[in-house]
């Protein structure tokens, strides 16, 4: 068994039909949960904006590769956005950081060291790297668990989505799954 995953497989193709339309339907059913989401996270941390300076405009495109949609992020207290978006939809993003869903929230969290998974090949990143080094920092500097509190929000049925997500990825190796 190997510390890590298998690198992450390139996006190649064309997407068919029935991909397209499970996306498109996904982002439909996620998108309160997101838009509530990211209100409650600016209300509870509005020092994380401050900590991104001019990067507060910055596209992000968060793309957990085995969700079948990407997230766009424009951490702009003024005008914020937080929105699932079909991959083939996706707008031109500022700075792009791809990897396993589990993946990501351990690093929103700072349960994982981002410059580790960024050489083990589990996490990609690209565009803007002073704006992802930004990010990583603001975040960093939360105290608690957004991921803990985003899943209280929803209650007793968050708090259990959460702990059986991070029990289904989660191995002895701390290796994620592929796609």
Do not use: W
Not at 97 to 120: H, K, T, V
Not at 164 to 178: F, I, N, W
Request: charge should be negative; include cysteine.
């Amino acid at each position: 068994m190997t510390d890590t995953a298998p690198p992450i497989p390139p996006q190649t193709g064309t997407p068919n039909p029935a991909r397209l339309f499970v996306s498109r339907m996904a982002c439909t059913v996620v998108q309160p949960l997101l838009s509530r989401i990211v209100r409650r996270i600016a209300q509870e941390h509005p020092s994380l904006f401050a900590r991104l300076g001019a990067h507060q405009s910055t596209d992000f495109l968060i793309d957990p590769v085995e969700l079948p949609f990407a997230l766009h992020l424009r951490p702009d207290p003024q005008a914020l956005i937080f929105r699932a978006v079909p991959r083939d939809a996706a707008p031109d993003a500022g700075a792009t950081i791809r990897g396993q869903f589990l993946l990501l929230l351990e690093l929103l969290d700072s349960e994982q060291d981002g410059d580790a998974a960024f050489f083990s090949r589990d996490l990609e990143v690209s565009g803007d790297t002073e704006a992802i080094v930004r990010l990583r920092n603001a975040l960093d500097d939360i105290d608690g668990s957004i991921a803990e509190d985003t899943a209280a929000m929803f209650g007793k049925p968050g708090r259990a989505i959460l702990s059986r997500l991070r029990r289904s990825y989660s191995d002895d190796t701390k290796g994620y799954p592929q796609p």
